[in-house]
């Protein structure tokens, strides 16, 4: 079964560092990875989604790479503000329709 | 364009008793999925349904039933609700296979 680690758990910043993010996965052979952001109380909003195929996407400040050989992916937030506050999950899916899903990191940007 | 909705927001429910989380989806997505969130553990697949009229078990099927009434909506009904089933559940659609997905704000369910 695919298990998958985000580390830290809890992550303090001040505004404007720039910060990553990790994600471990045990199975190599996924389908996709996906990056989510979860605010207190609410639903998951998608960040960036990587196919296998790809290394790495962007969205903004956003920079997510992946490296399924080592099962491995990273969340890059360049100039970090308050705004970015929240949980950070990512998930990976497999060959079938199951997804995976981290634990998270909660993230707190201080002004 | 609303999304994912998720009916209701919140519920408590005794020991033993019975009820249905409503989701639904108006961008015409195939697939559609039901997910449970607890502290330490993530979110776990229960169901998910890769096209109307076909459902299938994910990680934590035990205790939960599903039907995808059209293609619109995805139900989640718990027979017999039981303590352990206190919970966030979460509903989401996708498309295609391998795409983006679009969460519901979930249902806070409490057994009590």
């Known amino acids: 079964k695919q298990e998958v680690t985000q580390i830290p758990a809890a992550l303090s910043v001040p505004e404007g560092e720039n910060l990553v993010l990790n994600c471990s996965f045990t199975?190599?052979?996924?389908?996709?990875l996906q990056w989510f952001r979860q605010d207190p109380g609410k639903g998951l909003t998608s960040l960036l989604l990587?196919?296998?195929?790809?290394r790495e996407q962007t969205s903004g400040r956003l920079n997510a790479s992946l490296d399924k050989s080592s099962g491995r992916s990273t969340l890059y937030i360049a100039a970090s503000q308050p705004g970015d506050s929240a949980t950070y999950l990512c998930?990976?899916?497999?060959?079938?329709?199951?997804?995976?899903f981290g634990t998270g990191t909660s993230l707190t940007v201080i002004p | 364009n609303a999304g994912v909705t998720q009916t209701p927001k919140f519920q408590v429910l005794k020991t033993g008793q019975s009820m249905t989380l409503q989701c639904a989806q108006d961008?015409?997505?195939?697939?559609m999925y039901w997910y449970r969130q607890d502290p330490g553990m993530g979110l776990r697949l229960i169901y998910y349904?890769?096209?109307?009229?076909?459902?299938d078990k994910g990680e934590v099927p035990n205790g939960y039933n599903v039907s995808r009434l059209n293609k619109r909506e995805f139900s989640l009904r718990l027979e017999s609700a039981a303590p352990s089933q206190t919970s966030v559940y979460f509903c989401?659609?996708?498309?295609?296979?391998?795409?983006?997905?679009?969460f519901g704000p979930g249902t806070r369910l409490l057994v009590l």
């Open positions: 998930a990976v899916s497999g060959t079938g329709n199951q997804f995976y």
């Open positions: 199975d190599s052979a996924i389908y996709n």
């Open positions: 990587i196919q296998s195929s790809q």
């Open positions: 961008m015409n997505h195939n697939s």
């Open positions: 349904s890769a096209s109307e009229g076909t459902t």
């Open positions: 989401a659609s996708e498309a295609h296979r391998a795409e983006t997905q679009y």
